[in-house]
């Protein structure tokens, strides 16, 4: 079946959420354009005229810096613009402008007087007004459009005001904020409508039933539509796709789909249907793609689902019964998700050849796993933890080459581990944990040179740890506690190059403690085991280490000083030993535990106690808290004489510097959050004002913030951030809150990142100042006209000062998250000065008043961690991820998504040999010297360890950041 103009979605969130990706696109009519840039016959005529001076009206709104290829007379050899023979002359056809940083709504004004034009295409803009021009009889262009792409702007018009659009055929205004008071007539006026996308908006009220016939694909995903699916929706008989996903609907889905008889997408997630899957969904043969994940759905897996359906997401429902023996054997299957429901029985015994993703966990299934479940030898991702599953791990397993992640934890599985699973090269996260599993660890794991997180854990294994286990270049991530493991630790875990959590605790382990590796930053437990000896002081080298706990072992002599160079602890546990002397004082806060050690002694002489910091250190601190409350009152007092001084500024702006006809917001709160006195004494809160109200001043839009540059009265400028409050999502409405939260990032100081100076709030909108140096966006200076020329120490620089400003966000005493990190965020203060910007949004955005999926609102496409899909939850394994992203942008110069493909996951494909990941690289940069080469080989390295799938794959930041320091 051939599609409108060019498929424009990317179904990417591989555990149930379905990100849309939505594409720019050139839609080509009965005409035969001359391409922009295209060879062209030398004596090809001028364009008409009046066409050529409103062009060259266009280039002068866009800009040619962000118009390229202009630098041609020509208009119809400039990019994204298309052009046929009219007559004897020329008219334009196409114009294609997207993410060219278009705000200036004028350019309308000019677009309406080409009469010729059939497609236009302005997505990802910063475009927030249409002007009335656009949609008023005068406007010649509305009458011969065909194609409207005006997706990811800020645009928030009537819905109602496209109806005077006769000739629209694909049109898609996706990611604004568009309304409508009677969705089901504004869709009726587009009378020869075939493709239409208002994903993410603000539509309300039930789903439309009267659009035109030729209607082919209909997205309304992200809006707050409510009701049922009504049955008249049915009668669209030509439908290919229906996204009626991240919505409110309610009831049971009609049971009338053998009406949708070309019907190949359906996506209904994250609504609150509720009643059986609809049977008749069974015999649609083109459905190639179906998604209802996280509804209330109930009764049992229609058999017949997966005969035609390639992708199948059934996941976070109340689906019981069994599933059905035929349910994973059909050809064509490819993925299967029906975690999280109540489903009983065993696994059928018969697999597709084409199946690579099988998500069956936190179910109730029983019986054995079948031994034929790798005949198709395709499987990648086979989940079947949180069940009720018996017997053998099958050594059939090793039969699946692909497998890159096999999770069978907390099962009732028994016998061995069979050595089979070792020949999976391609394995990266082995999870056998909570079982009954006994016998040895088999020495072949030795093998797995992908093995990235190791978890045996809560099993009855015994004989001793396979000492090639340790010299695994990827394994980050050992956990072995609670079982019956004996003989000494390896001394080849000092060989570890990842390892960054060691959990050996509760097992039958003798010997002396070895050497640990360096890279151990979060967890090294030993505990409830017979290790014997002292403490090595070389434990002291683990500067980074969280929790140390060697409790309840035989383990004698001094408690090393050296530990007192942990300085990143948090617990310390050496209870129940047979240690003497002193136990150092921390210089942070740390839990620690000496019960049982008759001989030892807190830094301040307290016995076997539980302490969580030294009785000298609480007498000081309470010191250093009274000090610092006088300093605080002081300044207070200070700030308070400051602001006194400024009170018109603050209060009463509405009678400082206004013209007649002007409309200030009036300020409600206003803080200067610094105490820098440069910066105290500079700005001015009625010049800030005062310049959010001239849209001249905007020099960047986003998709949360609105940015204005500023002058002050002494010359010095400043950014002032317009936080885009009226998306119900932000939570300015508590102001004391608010005030509260940007307080403390304001006492946040690094230079890579961007910290707020003070902030203004009015009755419906806050403003954040900050100080002015913008050279642009990494985006800008990667996928920018001058992207040709940034050689690799720049990005190399770039790199390490997104990294350096992450891991300090990552580590503050409340760790501040990012809920959207992308190089659209990251702003330059100079070609490789990085500052990350928008630090707040995680403090004042509620991601559960939204509309959408979790995953539509953390984060941007491309840049999306796949867990978000699903786990509903901001993390820091996310942020990596996000960073993991970015880090491949700037080796490879490609954007986060191309053709529809996330850039991460076109890496990850090509990572498997080294010949293949020599393609990742940016030629025009890689092949420059031998030297840059080797170390972008080692950043990519770093990048793809970010960017694994399962979040505990990935390292912390600091870790990271320690990585990238010694790329060579």
């Known amino acids: 079946m051939a599609m409108v103009g060019m498929r424009r979605y990317c179904l990417c969130a591989s555990h149930g959420f379905f990100v849309l990706v939505f594409l720019p696109f050139l839609f080509l009519f009965h005409h035969a354009p001359v391409a922009a840039g295209a060879d062209a016959p030398s004596s090809q005529p001028s364009l008409d005229k009046t066409q050529e001076a409103i062009m060259k009206d266009l280039l002068r709104i866009v800009g040619s810096s962000s118009w390229s290829n202009t630098t041609t007379s020509n208009p119809c050899k400039w990019s994204g613009v298309n052009c046929t023979r009219s007559g004897s002359s020329w008219v334009v056809t196409n114009i294609t402008l997207p993410n060219c940083g278009i705000s200036n709504s004028s350019i309308f004004a000019s677009i309406c007087r080409l009469e010729s034009l059939l497609a236009l295409d302005l997505s990802r803009n910063s475009l927030t007004n249409l002007t009335t021009q656009f949609f008023s009889p005068s406007c010649s262009t509305k009458e011969g459009l065909r194609l409207l792409n005006l997706s990811s702007n800020m645009l928030s018009h009537p819905l109602s005001n496209f109806s005077a659009f006769p000739q629209l055929e694909v049109l898609d205004l996706s990611l604004n904020s568009f309304t409508s008071e009677n969705l089901s007539a504004d869709l009726g006026s587009f009378l020869k409508l075939r493709s239409l996308n208002v994903s993410a908006n603000k539509l309300t009220g039930e789903v439309p039933t009267s659009m035109v016939g030729s209607l082919l694909e209909l997205v309304l995903s992200g809006n707050q539509l409510n009701g049922s699916i009504p049955p008249d929706l049915f009668k669209y008989e030509n439908l290919t796709l229906l996204d009626l996903s991240q919505n409110f609907l309610t009831g049971v889905v009609p049971d009338k789909f053998m009406k949708l008889s070309k019907l190949e997408t359906l996506l209904l997630s994250g609504n609150k249907l509720i009643g059986e899957i609809p049977p008749s969904l069974s015999n649609v ?91 198709g030898m395709g499987l990648t991702y086979l989940e079947l933890d949180n069940n009720q599953l018996t017997g053998n791990i099958p050594s059939e397993l090793g039969n699946c080459k692909n497998l890159s992640l096999l999770s069978l934890a907390s099962n009732k599985l028994q016998g061995q581990v069979p050595p089979a699973i070792s020949s999976l090269d391609k394995l990266v996260v082995l999870k056998l944990q909570n079982n009954s599993l006994n016998g040895p660890i088999p020495y072949a794991f030795s093998d797995l040179k992908s093995l990235s997180i190791l978890n045996l854990s809560q099993n009855l294994l015994t004989g001793e740890i396979p000492s090639g286990i340790f010299e695994l270049q990827k394994l980050s991530i050992l956990d072995l506690h609670d079982n019956s493991i004996s003989g000494a630790i390896p001394i080849s875990v000092s060989l570890s190059k990842a390892l960054i959590e060691l959990n050996l605790g509760n097992n039958a382990l003798a010997g002396t403690i070895p050497t640990m590796p360096t890279t151990l930053t979060t967890s090294l437990n030993l505990s409830h085991n017979n290790l014997s000896g002292s403490i090595p002081s070389d434990i002291g080298y683990l500067s980074e280490l969280e929790i140390l706990d060697l409790s309840y072992n035989s383990l004698s002599g001094e408690v090393p000083s050296s530990l007192g160079n942990l300085q990143s602890l948090t617990q310390l546990v050496l209870s129940y030993n047979d240690l003497s002397g002193s136990v150092p004082i921390f210089r ?110 905007i020099f960047l839009k986003t998709r949360f913030c609105t940015y204005y540059k500023v002058v002050m009265p002494n010359g010095s400028t400043y950014s002032v951030k317009k936080l885009n409050s009226s998306d119900k999502i932000f939570q300015i409405g508590n102001q004391e809150k608010f005030a509260r939260e940007i307080e403390v990032l304001g006492k946040l100081t690094n230079s890579n990142v961007m910290v707020p100076l003070a902030y203004i709030l009015t009755a419906d909108s806050a403003y954040l100042l900050y100080e002015h140096g913008y050279k642009g966006t990494v985006s800008d200076l990667l996928h920018g006209e001058k992207s040709d020329n940034i050689d690799w120490p720049s990005r190399y620089s770039i790199a390490l000062g997104v990294a350096q400003g992450l891991t300090f966000l990552h580590g503050c005493t409340q760790p501040v998250l990012l809920l959207d990190l992308s190089t659209r965020t990251i702003h330059l203060k100079s070609s490789n000065e990085p500052q990350i910007g928008d630090i707040e949004l995680y403090k004042i955005i509620d991601p559960s008043r939204s509309t959408g999926s979790f995953s539509t609102i953390a984060g941007t496409v491309g840049y999306i961690p796949p867990e978000y899909a699903y786990t509903m939850r901001l993390t820091m394994a996310g942020n990596v991820y996000s960073f993991g992203v970015i880090l491949l942008e700037l080796l490879t110069g490609k954007p986060s998504v191309s053709d529809g493909i996330e850039l991460a996951k076109w890496a990850l494909s090509l990572s498997g040999r080294p010949e293949q990941r020599e393609q990742i690289l940016d030629t025009r940069v890689s092949g420059t010297s031998i030297a840059v080469h080797s170390q972008m080989l080692s950043v990519l390295n770093i990048a793809l360890s970010c960017v694994a799938f399962s979040p505990d794959a990935r390292p912390k930041m600091r870790n990271v950041l320690r990585m990238l320091f010694n790329a060579k």
């Open 285 to 375: 043969r083109t459905l190639s793609r179906f998604a209802a994940n996280q509804n209330n759905f109930n009764g049992s897996v229609p058999s017949n689902i997966t005969k035609h359906v390639r992708m199948l997401d059934l996941s976070y429902n109340n689906l019981n019964g069994t599933i059905p023996l035929d349910f994973l054997s059909h050809p064509g299957l490819q993925s299967v998700d029906l975690t999280t429901n109540m489903l009983e029985g065993s696994i059928p015994r018969n697999f597709s050849p084409s199946l690579y993703r099988l998500r069956l966990g936190g179910n109730r299934l029983s019986g054995n796993i079948s031994d034929s479940i790798c005949d």
């Open 588 to 697: 942070q806060n740390v839990s620690i535990r000496i019960e049982g050690n008759p001989d030892v002694v807190n830094g301040t002489g307290d016995k076997n106690g539980i302490h969580t910091t030294s009785t000298r250190k609480r007498h000081t601190i309470v010191i250093i808290i009274f000090t610092i409350a006088g300093a605080l009152v002081g300044l207070c007092l200070l700030a308070a004489i400051v602001m006194m001084s400024l009170s018109k500024r603050i209060y009463r702006v509405e009678d400082e510097g206004l013209s007649a006809g002007e409309s200030v917001p009036q300020i409600t709160n206003g803080c200067l959050i610094t105490m820098n006195s440069i910066h105290t004494s500079a700005i001015e809160f009625t010049k800030a004002m005062e310049a959010v109200c001239n849209h001249q001043n």
